[in-house]
């Protein structure tokens, strides 16, 4: 079948809830992709933040497939190697002390969540506490996931949410501490907000955040599922600002395509938190996502990547601020590390489609906002290509 057919026969069996780009990828090799005719493109979308070791990486797909050959599934009554070398290179990496694996970002967010509300419940014996979220905000799809998701658009079909979730806003310390009484007990945020526009926590604010939550005994959990594990210049987006959450949230590059996610917790939340019986999984945490995770780990180090993202990053941020500069339907720059945005002064879906036709992927965050989330192995030469593209698109789109 040609594409046009792959795309008929799609609409016809799968359930329409993406507005997809009119594309069928069949193949990837470094930071490049391949439609099912051969067309390639130069990816800075990394499936959404995901491959950041770029694709058809020859020792991440040997490890995977050692491990497939080997065992890919036990569940949870049994341990595994994978998952014990895992958590514990996922702790170093992290600064955290315990490990929960779990199968997707929404998921991970599940159980931090749970985890906050039985932390509040062994205090007190009540179960009305509350969670401050923040406004834009994005944690997932799942129900509790949706709950502390600051966009009412997501939420309100679906009503009624988990409740007790009350939104602040990013980076305005006030409102957060408007929102904060006697019944909170976890804040929730993304250290670098993804959706809701690449907006990162500004220092002052974090750690005003982290000094109410070490007042009041309340949990600071963060949510590095997208800006986590090296996008922003360092393991965790938090280490750059010198403070830890009680319980921090990854997914996405953290099995780089291999779905898997976690959540980790200091020692002091996982002794006074969830308990056997309170959470569990049956795919998290097998042998396979584990494999995967452990080589991520492995190769991250071997690789520099930390070293080489801020690198690439301040070459990208350059020439970023020269499309801004020769284009005044670019208003703002936005995010950090290799997670960028460019805010236009109307809709991206036109630019994100001419984008295509010419070879590079992109994706929006929010109407008017273009997304720039490359793989983490991209070199400057790549960046060079991106802007040509699109200026091109820009050009032509205007």
């Given at each position: 079948?040609?594409?046009?057919?792959?795309?008929?026969?799609?609409?016809?069996?799968?359930?329409?809830?993406?507005?997809?780009?009119?594309?069928?990828?069949?193949?990837?090799?470094?930071?490049?992709?391949?439609?099912?005719?051969?067309?390639?493109?130069?990816?800075?979308?990394?499936?959404?933040?995901?491959?950041?070791?770029?694709?058809?990486?020859k020792e991440y797909n040997d490890a995977l497939k050692a491990q497939i050959d080997k065992l890919t599934h036990t569940s949870n009554y049994y341990y595994n190697v994978p998952a014990i070398e895992a958590a514990r290179k996922i702790k170093k990496a992290s600064g955290m002390d315990r490990v929960f694996f779990t199968n997707s970002g929404a998921e991970a967010n599940e159980g931090a969540i749970k985890a906050a509300r039985k932390y509040a419940y062994l205090k007190d014996g009540t179960t009305d506490h509350e969670i401050i979220a923040l406004e834009h905000s994005f944690h997932g799809r799942t129900m509790g996931a949706l709950s502390v998701t600051g966009n009412p658009k997501y939420r309100e079909a679906f009503e009624p949410m988990i409740g007790n979730i009350r939104f602040a806003k990013m980076n305005d310390l006030a409102s957060v501490l408007e929102c904060v009484n006697d019944k909170t007990c976890a804040i929730m945020m993304e250290t670098v907000q993804g959706e809701g526009g690449l907006l990162p926590a500004d220092e002052e604010f974090i750690k005003g955040i982290r000094k109410i939550c070490d007042e009041k005994d309340i949990l600071l959990i963060l949510d590095e599922v997208q800006c986590g594990m090296g996008r922003c210049g360092s393991m965790y987006a938090f280490q750059k600002f010198g403070i830890k959450p009680d319980i921090l949230t990854s997914a996405k590059a953290l099995g780089c395509g291999i779905p898997v996610g976690a959540f980790m917790m200091t020692e002091k939340v996982a002794q006074n938190s969830l308990v056997a019986g309170d959470h569990g999984t049956t795919y998290g945490g097998n042998p396979l996502a584990c494999a995967a995770i452990s080589k991520v780990f492995d190769l991250y180090e071997e690789l520099h990547i930390i070293d080489h993202v801020n690198d690439v990053a301040a070459y990208l941020d350059d020439k970023l601020n020269e499309i801004k500069a020769a284009y005044p339907c670019v208003k703002e720059l936005r995010g950090t590390g290799l997670m960028r945005g460019l805010v236009f002064d109307k809709p991206v879906a036109p630019l994100i489609n001419k984008a295509m036709e010419k070879g590079l992927i992109v994706i929006n965050a929010g109407a008017d906002i273009l997304r720039l989330v490359p793989p983490l192995v991209i070199e400057k030469k790549h960046v060079d290509d991106m802007v040509d593209i699109l200026k091109a698109a820009i050009e032509e789109v205007q």
């Open positions: 079948m040609n594409m046009k057919e792959y795309i008929e026969e799609a609409e016809k069996d799968l359930l329409h809830t993406y507005n997809r780009y009119q594309v069928v990828l069949d193949k990837g090799d470094g930071v490049y992709l391949y439609d099912a005719e051969g067309k390639k493109y130069l990816d800075f979308v990394a499936g959404i933040a995901v491959f950041a070791l770029g694709y058809n990486n």
